[in-house]
């Protein structure tokens, strides 16, 4: 993958990172709200946290040549 490429990637992936973060923030608060008794929530907050991760991963993983980025 070549700088532009990688640069494009890195910008896609911060944007999702970003939309990600602003969905945990959604879900935790909702479970604050129902007192951390909403499995379902609980879920949610799970899969969202695994795709954040894998998303930190590639951003990371972006840069392991040293790039411009």
């Known amino acids: 993958m070549n700088d532009d490429e990688k640069g494009k990637r890195f910008l896609e992936l911060i ?3 970003n939309d990600l973060q602003w969905s945990l923030v959604a879900k935790l608060s909702s479970l604050i709200a129902s007192k951390w008794n909403s499995e379902e929530l609980q879920k949610e907050l799970e899969t969202l946290v695994e795709k954040h ?3 930190t991963k590639e951003l990371n993983s972006l840069d392991d040549n040293d790039s411009m980025l």
């Open 15 to 17: 944007d999702e990172q």
């Open 53 to 55: 991760s894998k998303i």
